[in-house]
């Protein structure tokens, strides 16, 4: 069964870093998109990140884009979100998602069909 | 504010049926995007509940389905349970963000 596990979530100061970590088990890992979504304290969901299957393409929110940094090393199946200058609003708690499309996933098609428990990103002083 | 609107809450007593609404607009649900629908349990991750208007995962009950004309798009559940309490989150594509993967605000259900 497909499992994501997400890690590296903890307190961090204001313009300090955090790097997630999210292990994939269950498919072929090689072959998915994946995603990041967040959800702040009793918010709603907002997408953060996409990475292609082979990591050629990558996406970001504006709200992200240019401190955040999505990887993948499909040799240990594990997505990373590498998060700089991070903000009192950022945040939440961090998801990693499965695109549902394999190979030929594009942004306009997405949809999330697994994710994993969430790991708590808090940015205070 | 939310680029896809959703009603912050709805209700139903078990046994009904209950709709969810998601509206959106000509750059996003009224283009042509398809339109998923997740169901968040408290305290637990979301779930895919339906994917491209109105399709179920496996294991979804066919109590839950979904349905998009124009610039909105619904999830209807029917036979309403308690374990159906639960957020509701509409998302879809927005060609005029860069963004892009757009949520709406969700929606709490509550089985009366």
């Known amino acids: 069964q497909v499992q994501l596990v997400e890690s590296g979530g903890g307190v961090v100061q204001p313009g300090g870093s955090l790097r997630l970590s999210c292990a994939a088990s269950?498919?072929?890992?090689?072959?998915?998109?994946m995603h990041w979504v967040r959800q702040a304290p009793g918010k709603g969901l907002e997408w953060v990140a996409f990475?292609?299957?082979?990591?050629?393409?990558?996406y970001y929110a504006d709200s992200v884009k240019g401190r955040f940094t999505i990887s993948r090393d499909n040799s240990k199946n594990t997505l990373y979100l590498q998060m700089n200058s991070l903000r009192a609003e950022d945040t939440a708690v961090y998801y990693c998602?499965?695109?549902?499309?394999?190979?030929?996933?594009?942004?306009?098609?997405?949809?999330?069909?697994?994710w994993g428990q969430g790991t708590l990103v808090t940015v205070s002083s | 504010q939310s680029v896809l609107t959703q009603p912050p809450s709805v209700s139903g007593a078990p046994g009904q049926r209950v709709t969810i609404s998601c509206t959106g607009s000509?750059?996003?649900?009224?283009?042509?995007?398809?339109v998923h629908w997740y169901q968040q349990l408290p305290g637990t991750a979301p779930k895919l509940l339906i994917y491209?208007?109105?399709n179920r995962p496996s294991g979804v009950p066919d109590r839950f389905s979904g349905s998009k004309s124009g610039t909105s798009a619904s999830l209807a559940i029917t036979g309403l349970q308690a374990e159906d309490e639960a957020d509701y989150y509409c998302?879809?594509?927005?060609?005029?963000?860069?963004?892009?993967?757009?949520f709406g605000g969700g929606t709490k259900l509550t089985v009366l």
């Open positions: 269950g498919f072929t890992f090689s072959s998915y998109g």
């Open positions: 998602a499965k695109d549902i499309s394999g190979v030929a996933a594009t942004m306009d098609s997405t949809s999330f069909d697994y």
């Open positions: 998302q879809s594509y927005d060609s005029s963000l860069s963004a892009h993967v757009v």
């Open positions: 000509s750059s996003n649900i009224g283009a042509g995007y398809d």
């Open positions: 990475i292609r299957y082979d990591g050629s393409n990558k």
């Open positions: 491209g208007n109105s």
